[in-house]
């Protein structure tokens, strides 16, 4: 069973950068699809980014789309997510999740082995 360690979190202030990874152990996630969530307090949790297996696509939210970027390197067993330009809207818990064989999707009923994830705190 693969573990998922989420880090990278923290406090910035408005159109700050933060770089989150997520390190899988256990077992090889580089034949899965891997994505980044969120839940902000008293909200349901929201789809952030996805990649696919081969990292060769990459899915965002529309409210993350041009200043987030996914990216993976499978023979670190790792999936960054870079977000720059934040904003307050942006602060949320942020989970890491395995996702589907092959291809990557913005649905959570498809993510599993979800980690413990990372604050992220932005500061207007």
């Known amino acids: 069973q693969v573990q998922l360690v989420e880090s990278g979190g923290g406090v910035v202030q408005a159109g700050g950068s933060l770089r989150l990874s997520c390190a899988a152990s256990?077992?090889?996630?580089?034949?899965?699809?891997m994505g980044w969530f969120r839940q902000a307090p008293g909200k349901e949790r929201e789809f952030v980014a996805a990649?696919?297996?081969?990292?060769?696509?990459?899915y965002y939210s529309d409210s993350v789309k041009g200043r987030f970027t996914i990216s993976r390197d499978n023979a670190k067993n790792t999936v960054p997510l870079q977000m720059n330009s934040l904003k307050p809207e942006d602060t949320a818990v942020y989970y890491c999740?395995?996702?589907?064989?092959?291809?990557?999707?913005?649905?959570?009923?498809?993510?599993?082995?979800w980690g413990q994830g990372t604050q992220v705190t932005v500061s207007s």
């Open positions: 999740a395995v996702g589907p064989r092959g291809g990557a999707t913005t649905f959570g009923g498809d993510y599993n082995s």
């Open positions: 990649i696919s297996s081969s990292g060769g696509r990459t």
């Open positions: 256990g077992r090889t996630v580089r034949w899965y699809a």
